[in-house]
């Protein structure tokens, strides 16, 4: 969605197996031959990796922008003051954007000194970047949690995509703290016995975090929006995505479909928490789902990681159906109290949090 500007740092596991096996790579090229930058880091440390990212584009974009001030006389006021204080939100500004620094560098091309000869190296860095941090919940979840809530910490402006399988998928299906109450994973044999984590609860606790939690299958616009939301929020985002795996014990060709299934029994509400509805006196919390139609058990029972225990034990089963069809329901009901509140209520402690790189 972010073409060039996008910089992604990959956590090792399934993502970064397909995502940097060539000659085949889910990742595009618009007609100038131009895409992401995508590397992969080690699991345990992705987000720290990916906020040096955010940190090194931030040190480019205020060389660039010092550069510029001091060529300011050289280049022309009007284009210098045109780059300098262009918004760059939407798609249209990040065009015209493109078209003047376009323009700046074949003037910094005719100027014959050093200060120019910097700002070319770092030109670029005039359009803004687009940083991600993407990882599955193996690592999101548990072995790189520390960093990466250390990273929303931070308020920089860094954008985090969670694949989550509920399940470590690369390394053989060991349970996860994403795996959810009563189903079979390696380590939870006779199904594991606590609900999964809420990360998204978790983050939005810091009230200047963009969260969304979304599920391509089941609402494919609300996930476009989530995206787009999530890359312009001057800020810290967290997307957590649905993503069926082989591990589920499903027909991958229908993913799709049990995706739908998961958001319509309530097991996973789709929802949005923008800090910046604060500014128009809405509530940041926004529910996006509708409530449970199906029980939870026509979700769950399609997947071979819940209907295996019902056959091997049977009464163990039944018992961790009833209760994870009441977490489900009181999550549900949690997510509804959080929606139906003023957005005073998530105002962060002190106010609204600054981003230090502005």
């Known amino acids: 969605m972010f073409g060039d500007r996008a910089q992604i740092a990959n956590a090792t596991g399934c993502s970064s197996i397909y995502g940097g096996s060539l000659p085949v790579t889910p990742w595009a090229v618009d007609h100038d031959g131009r895409g992401p930058a995508w590397s992969n880091s080690l699991f345990e440390d992705n987000a720290e990796f990916g906020l040096g990212f955010r940190l090194a584009a931030d040190k480019h974009l205020a060389l660039a922008r010092a550069l510029l001030v001091q060529l300011t006389p050289v280049v022309g006021e009007e284009l210098a003051a045109g780059v300098l204080n262009a918004p760059q939100i939407h798609e249209f500004e990040l065009r015209a954007q493109r078209i003047r620094v376009a323009e700046l560098k ?67 299906g060991q349970a996860s703290k994403a795996t959810p109450l009563g189903a079979v994973a390696k380590f939870a044999a006779a199904g594991k016995r606590v609900a999964r984590k809420d990360l998204a609860l978790q983050a939005i606790a810091y009230g200047n975090v963009y969260v969304a939690q979304v599920a391509m299958g089941a609402n494919s616009q609300q996930t476009l929006d989530a995206f787009r939301e999530a890359e312009a929020y001057d800020g810290p985002s967290l997307i957590l995505a649905y993503s069926q795996c082989i591990a589920h014990g499903i027909d991958m060709r229908f993913g799709m479909k049990q995706q739908d299934l998961a958001v319509a029994c309530g097991y996973w509400p789709l929802l949005r928490f923008n800090p910046t509805m604060r500014s128009v006196g809405k509530s940041p919390f926004q529910l996006d789902s509708p409530r449970p139609t199906i029980p939870f058990k026509d979700y769950a029972y399609n997947e071979v990681r819940y209907s295996s225990l019902a056959r091997s034990l049977p009464d163990e089963a039944a018992a961790l159906l009833a209760s994870a069809q009441a977490a489900v329901v009181d999550k549900y009901q949690q997510y509804e109290a959080l929606a139906a509140q003023d957005g005073s209520r998530f105002q962060p402690s002190g106010g609204e949090v600054a981003n230090p790189a502005s």
């Open 106 to 172: 074949t003037r910094l091309l005719k100027i014959e000194t050093e200060p120019a000869r910097n700002l070319l190296s770092v030109v670029d860095h005039l359009v803004r970047r687009s940083i991600w941090i993407v990882g599955g919940d193996g690592w999101a979840f548990d072995i790189g949690f520390g960093g990466l809530d250390h990273v929303i910490a931070t308020g920089r402006n860094v954008n985090i995509l969670v694949l989550n399988t509920e399940v470590y998928s690369n390394t053989g």
